[in-house]
C-alpha cells in the first residue's frame, strides 16, 4: 500500500487560473504535512507546511488539511508560468523522516 | 541566506567502487538527512542522524551504506561497493528541529553515475 499518493500529472491550468494539487496519506497516525516544489534537475524547496485540520495561507498558495478524509491539498491562485514544476506532498508519522509522494507535475501556459 | 552545500555535483564510478558523497549543513542545524531521488522516481528516505548516530533508516540503507559526521561541519554518505542501481541523485538535508516540525532545507544534491 503506498503512503503518499498524488496524481502524477501533468495538471495543466492556464496563467491567472487556480491550480488544484491533492494527496492523499494512508498512515491515520500522521502529524504534519509539506508541500515542497522541485525544478527540473533541481531540490525540492518548502512551499508550506500544516499540521491541523483546515486551511493555512500564504500568499498566492492555501494549504488544507482534512485528517477525517485523509488527504491535504495545495491550491495555488493567480497561477504564473514561473509556478511550473513538480509538486510534492510530504508527510511525518511522529518519526525522524518525511515519505514524499511521487508529486504532481503542473504546467502553467500563457 | 545559509545554505547546505554538497559535493561533488557529479561523479561517475565503476561498479564495485567506493564512493563518499560530502555535504555541509546549515550551520545550527542538528538534524541531519540523506535522500535519494532516482531519476523519475520519488524523493526516498535514507538515514537520519542526530546527537552523532543513526536516529532511523531505510530498508535501502543497508550494510553497503554508512554515515558519518567526521567534525563539526561535515556530513558525509560512504557507498562501500556501487551497484548500478545506486546511480541517482542523492540529497543531503538539515533541519534545526527535526523533521516534522518545519522545513528540511536540501542541497542542490550530487548526481552519482555507476557504470
Known amino acids: 500500500q503506498k503512503e503518499v499518493e498524488q496524481n502524477s500529472g501533468p495538471l495543466s491550468v492556464p496563467e491567472g487560473a487556480i491550480a488544484s494539487l491533492n494527496c492523499t496519506y494512508s498512515?491515520?497516525?500522521?502529524?504534519?504535512f509539506f508541500w515542497y516544489r522541485q525544478y527540473s534537475g533541481k531540490s525540492p524547496e518548502l512551499i508550506m507546511f500544516?499540521?491541523?485540520?483546515g486551511d493555512k495561507e500564504d500568499g498566492r498558495f492555501t494549504a488544507q488539511l482534512n485528517k477525517a478524509s485523509q488527504y491535504v491539498s495545495l491550491l495555488i491562485r493567480d497561477s504564473q508560468p514561473s509556478d511550473s514544476a513538480t509538486y510534492l506532498c510530504?508527510?511525518?508519522?511522529?518519526?525522524?523522516?518525511?515519505?514524499f509522494g511521487t508529486g504532481t507535475r503542473l504546467q502553467v501556459f500563457p | 541566506e545559509p545554505e547546505v552545500t554538497q559535493t561533488p555535483s557529479h561523479q561517475v564510478t565503476q561498479m564495485g567502487q567506493e564512493v563518499i558523497l560530502r555535504c555541509v549543513p546549515i550551520s545550527n542545524h542538528l538534524y541531519f538527512y540523506w535522500y535519494r531521488q532516482i531519476l523519475g522516481q520519488k524523493v526516498e528516505f535514507l538515514v537520519s542522524f542526530y546527537n552523532n548516530e543513526i536516529s532511523e533508516k531505510s530498508e535501502i540503507f543497508d550494510d553497503q551504506f554508512s554515515v558519518e559526521r567526521p567534525d563539526g561541519s561535515n556530513f558525509t554518505l560512504k557507498i562501500r561497493s556501487t551497484k548500478l542501481e545506486d546511480s541517482a541523485m542523492y540529497f543531503c538535508?538539515?533541519?534545526?528541529?527535526?523533521?516534522?516540525?518545519?522545513?528540511?532545507?536540501f542541497g542542490e544534491g550530487s548526481r552519482l553515475t555507476v557504470l
Open positions: 538535508a538539515s533541519t534545526l528541529g527535526g523533521a516534522g516540525t518545519g522545513e528540511l532545507f
Open positions: 510530504a508527510v511525518n508519522i511522529n518519526t525522524d523522516k518525511l515519505i
Open positions: 498512515d491515520r497516525g500522521s502529524q504534519s
Open positions: 500544516i499540521y491541523s485540520n
